[in-house]
């Protein structure tokens, strides 16, 4: 693919990869005895209108991230609420569940993805503005691309 045909994707800049896990302490735990962190609280808890498949949603998550280059290491356990995280946890146990991407701009992104046949299956907002959309690309490879403004 030619350079400028991929500097104008929203999947271009790759911020984050998300470890859907049963156990929080115990996966940092394992982690760090492999060198990766420290870790440090994500700011999951702050998000305002949250949506999972489209319904607001008061799911609760715990989280921790640590910098891996450029890329953010997230590792998320679901406590309570329907969320894409339980149901990920549910029917597949751990593992990589989420890339993440920065945009500029989230709503122009969406809308690009929503025409293509994307649909936003958990979205929210930051506090401090910006916010998320998980798109619903699990068809080949099992995982959810998301758009991230921050």
Do not use: H, W
Not at 80 to 97: A, M, N, P, R, Y
Not at 99 to 115: P, T
């Amino acid at each position: 693919m030619e350079k400028s045909k991929q500097a104008e994707s929203p999947f271009s800049r790759l911020c984050d990869v998300a470890v859907i896990v049963r156990d929080l302490e115990r996966a940092i735990a394992f982690y760090q005895s492999l060198g990766i962190g420290p870790f440090e609280p994500t700011a999951a808890t702050g998000v305002t209108d949250r949506k999972v498949y489209g319904k607001p949603s008061n799911a609760k998550l715990k989280g921790v991230r640590t910098q891996l280059g450029p890329v953010e290491l997230l590792l998320v356990q679901p406590i309570e609420g329907e969320s894409v995280q339980k149901e990920f946890l549910d029917t597949k146990g751990e593992g990589i569940s989420k890339l993440g991407f920065e945009v500029d701009n989230l709503d122009r992104e969406v809308a690009e993805m929503e025409k293509k046949g994307f649909k936003v299956i958990s979205s929210g907002r930051f506090p401090n503005g910006g916010g998320f959309a998980y798109l619903d690309t699990r068809k080949v490879g099992g995982v959810i691309l998301a758009l991230e403004q921050k």
